[in-house]
């Protein structure tokens, strides 16, 4: 039981690259949620999903797309990196709405 | 939406003092107030949770108080270690609808002296 893996843990792009991050839960968890984390600014959400092939707006969507295909799996899409998508981003999965979420390890992106 | 406020941003105790973190949230609605503690490098883990349904919860030499009518509610670390510095995360949620999508607040740093 690995809990949530997120891969990868660390990458570099250039501005207008573009990069996949995946999100794997093996808990059967319905709800899946991407935050970026960025300092004194706490953990914002990106986007989320209730079940396989749903997807919703967070807080901060702009220049991020998502794709829930199968259940176990959460990706999140960066069409052209830019420097202000630096940040460390984590997944989250939750078994039901107003459980606790279990995180994974993190993604820490720099984008130059 | 939920704002979820903490304070304060950064917290230093010596070894043994007890430690207090403070959430405002703005959604009479929300039910579900997690707390997370992050250690450095390291993703956040929840430590304790309280539904709007109960005043307080403890767990050890942990314990969280809600107080609905005036939307906050604390943290409160007894005895503290060195071992509790860390980043802690509160947050909020109105749940049903809003599908247990988490507002956080910014973050303490707790800092515990030996």
């Known amino acids: 039981n690995a809990g949530v893996t997120q891969t990868p843990k660390f990458r570099v792009l250039k501005t207008g690259q573009s990069m996949t991050l995946l999100c794997a839960q093996d808990m059967n968890h319905e709800y899946m949620y991407w935050y970026r984390q960025d300092p004194g600014m706490g953990l914002r959400l990106i986007h989320y999903s209730v079940g396989e092939g749903t997807t919703a707006k967070g807080e901060v969507p702009d220049g991020y797309n998502v794709s829930r295909l199968k259940k176990q799996n959460f990706l999140l899409g960066l069409e052209s990196a830019a420097p202000s998508q630096t940040s460390v981003y984590f997944c989250?999965?939750?078994?039901?709405?107003?459980?606790?979420?279990?995180f994974g390890s993190g993604t820490r992106l720099t984008v130059v | 939406g939920e704002n979820v406020e903490q304070h304060p941003s950064t917290l230093s105790v010596q070894e043994g003092d007890s430690a207090v973190i403070k959430c405002t949230y703005s959604?009479?609605?929300?039910?579900?107030f997690p707390w997370y503690k992050q250690e450095l490098g390291k993703r956040p883990q929840l430590i304790i949770d309280?539904?709007?349904?109960?005043g307080e919860k403890k767990d050890q030499r942990i314990a969280v108080t809600l107080n609905k009518t005036a939307k906050h509610f604390s943290l409160h670390i007894t005895e503290t270690q060195p071992e509790d510095s860390a980043v802690y995360f509160c947050a909020g949620t109105t749940g049903g609808t809003s599908y247990g999508k988490l507002t956080f607040g910014q973050g303490t740093i707790l800092t515990v002296h030996p």
């Open positions: 959604d009479s609605a929300s039910n579900y």
């Open positions: 309280i539904r709007s349904n109960v």
């Open positions: 989250a999965s939750s078994y039901l709405s107003s459980y606790g979420y279990t």
